[in-house]
């Protein structure tokens, strides 16, 4: 379904823009005899001299199909973006609006998308900042169109937008399209004549408008007082008007289809919806009610789903049919069915077919999963009442989630999971707890560390008690437990308890065959003021090793060693560069005789160094800020792991 360079959604994303799905990125198709609405594209042409359009009505008024029609004619470049729920982690959002404005201008992905996917991340204003320093830059007028923003909750995320607005660049106009009122400076903007309004009472259809549609798109010879009774029924709704067409279609007596057709516009849905799915054969029907249980749909998955192998024609024929499904993209690939439409469908399934809706679920689960299609394999797992299969999936993504610095979108994974099942297993307690630290909540991170210790506890299988991440976390749970206990007593400013638990963290990794330590979990900017850098600065100074302790296996290892450095005094740029290899030490005493063929494990040597709780007072005691980097309290900026 995608198209370079943004990959299809059914492969592994590691980069920075090569998870980013393609269709929430690509312009609606409309179909070639839509009704052209003249006076609501020259309303949005006319809104390009502002800062800001809105389009906001309730659902079923074509706002995306306006913009649609409107973009393909545009005298500007349009980017566009098409947003979901998951899209409320600022993280995302922002790569998808950098992602989006890339396709329309060219060369702003590689400029911008790195500052935003670090893993320290950056604040909402410190996204839109990195994106306005690159759209300053003299160039061609474009337009942003951010349709279903009604679906966005995140408060960062309206703040950002709403900077955004405020130091909006010259030749850049954007365009929000939803359901409600964006949290949003409206009332400014309405004050200073920068913002164009498009309301429901825009957008519903004129007598004359209903007319053509009815006649032009839908070809049927209706009499102008049938035409005025649907009009004025459905209120000039284009959902009721497109219903009202596909019941009158099949109906030889208009006249009588209308003098039953009554009731306000939800009641009218329900009405028609009935009479289309009781018109459609049994094998349309069918396929509609089991795909309903998707929130996007491709061939290959309905036949996964439904069991059946012609998926892709019967999907290209429900499109041509006008059933309500709508395509993502302009290659056939990905529909979904209108949301009101998809509504109905999955209350009939479930009244219908009660005991095939789990069935359903696993099935689109296992080939989410496969296809690493990850929250939508989580969404399907849960439904399918299986919360130990998405707290599996969980885990198994944590380190690619943690790498992309999406915080948001793991805390939003784990909440929804159940309670006991997260607390039942050591790593997503864990992570649970490390967020919290993120957070600035040590008392809740105890709370959750206390359940992870219960969690080793319970777990009869060593192995199982380990993060199944490969290079993301700790290995060893107990380990990472001492660890973030270490990190939360350095919070608290307690140096003796804070070495404690760093020879707490020795003793469990030297118990292994290998500490293993990576960036995700033990570099995010935790509330010490640490300096981190994701880079491969030099390690730290060599005449330490030879009381690092028991035999270790390091392995390569992306977290810069300036974390060490930090806790033990020793400036990084103080050691010479170490080229990292597949080959282990064969003790810490030979590593300290000879260039190591190596990097050591950071988080080990972290906790190593912390065990000398006297020198870490004494530095503690000294620096006019404690737990500041060596180099700050000197007065010196740390840049890119030296100071």
């Not at 003299?138 to 279903?148: C, I, N, R, T, Y």
């Not at 964006?182 to 903007?189: N, S, V």
């Not at 994974?413 to 490390?434: C, D, I, K, N, W």
Request: hydrophobic share 40%.
């Amino acid at each position: 379904m995608a198209q370079s360079p943004i990959s299809p959604p059914d492969q592994a994303a590691t980069g920075p823009r090569d998870d980013l799905l393609a269709s929430k990125l690509t312009i609606p198709r409309i179909r070639p005899d839509r009704l052209a609405r003249s006076r609501l594209l020259e309303r949005l042409d006319q809104g390009m001299a502002r800062e800001l359009v809105l389009v906001c009505t309730p659902a079923g008024f074509g706002k995306t199909t306006l913009l649609a029609d409107w973009a393909t004619r545009a005298n500007l470049p349009v980017a566009w973006l098409s947003l979901d729920p998951l899209d409320n982690d600022p993280a995302r959002f922002w790569r998808y609006v950098v992602a989006a404005l890339d396709r329309a201008c060219g060369g702003l992905a590689e400029q911008v998308l790195p500052q935003l996917t670090g893993p320290g991340g950056l604040s909402s204003q410190g996204m839109v900042t990195a994106l306005l320093s690159q759209l300053e830059a003299p160039g061609a007028e474009l337009a942003l169109v951010v349709d279903d923003y009604h679906l966005l909750n995140a408060g960062p995320i309206h703040d950002g937008v709403a900077f955004l607005l405020r130091h909006l660049p010259p030749r850049l106009h954007l365009v929000i399209a939803g359901r409600s009122d964006p949290p949003l400076p409206l009332a400014r903007l309405r004050a200073a004549g920068q913002l164009v309004e498009l309301r429901a009472a825009d957008l519903r259809f004129t007598h004359e408008e209903a007319a053509a549609f009815l006649r032009q798109v839908w070809r049927l010879d209706l009499s102008p007082q049938v035409v005025a009774a649907v009009e004025a029924r459905t209120e000039g709704w284009a959902v009721g008007l497109q219903l009202a067409a596909l019941s009158l279609r099949e109906r030889p007596d208009p006249e009588a289809f209308v003098e039953e057709f009554t009731g306000s516009h939800r009641y009218v849905l329900d009405y028609l919806s009935e009479e289309l799915l009781e018109r459609q054969p049994e094998q349309v029907r069918e396929f509609l009610l089991e795909s309903s249980v998707l929130e996007r749909l491709c061939g290959p998955l309905c036949d996964a789903v439904t069991g059946r192998t012609d998926s892709q024609q019967l999907l290209e024929r429900i499109e041509r049919a006008n059933l309500f499904l709508l395509p993502l993209d302009e290659v056939r690939g990905w529909w979904r069915y209108h949301h009101l439409f998809a509504d109905l469908l999955r209350v009939r399934l479930a009244q219908q077919q009660p005991e095939r809706v789990v069935e359903l679920h696993r099935a689109a689960a296992a080939w989410c999963e496969t296809h690493r299609l990850v929250d939508d394999a989580i969404r399907h797992a849960l439904a399918a009442g299986d919360p130990a299969w998405a707290a599996r999936l969980v885990e198994r993504h944590l380190d690619q989630t943690l790498r992309r610095g999406e915080r948001v979108m793991l805390r939003r994974r784990l909440e929804a999971l159940p309670a006991e099942v997260v607390r039942s297993r050591p790593g997503l307690v864990l992570t649970q707890a490390m967020l919290e630290v993120h957070r600035g909540r040590p008392d809740e991170a105890e709370r959750l560390l206390r359940h992870a210790d219960r969690a080793v506890d319970r777990q009869p299988d060593p192995e199982h008690a380990k993060l199944p991440t490969e290079g993301g976390m700790v290995s060893r749970v107990p380990a990472a437990t001492a660890l973030v206990r270490a990190q939360l007593a350095a919070v608290r400013g307690d140096p003796e308890q804070t070495a404690r638990f760093a020879r707490s963290a020795v003793a469990h990794l030297s118990e292994g065959r290998s500490g293993r330590a990576c960036g995700p979990a033990t570099c995010w900017p935790w509330p010490t003021g640490w300096p981190v850098a994701w880079s491969r600065p030099s390690p730290p100074s060599r005449r330490c090793w030879p009381r690092a302790g028991p035999r270790l296996s390091p392995t390569r290892c992306s977290l810069p060693a300036c974390i060490w450095a930090r806790c033990s005094g020793h400036g990084v740029g103080s050691a010479p560069r170490w080229r990292p290899t597949r080959r282990a030490w064969s003790s810490p005493h030979r590593a300290a005789s000879r260039r190591p063929s190596t990097r050591p494990t950071p988080t080990w040597a972290w906790a190593r160094c912390c065990t000398s709780a006297t020198s870490w007072t004494r530095r503690a005691s000294t620096s006019p800020r404690p737990w500041c980097c060596p180099g700050r309290s000197a007065g010196r900026s740390c840049q890119a792991g030296r100071w």
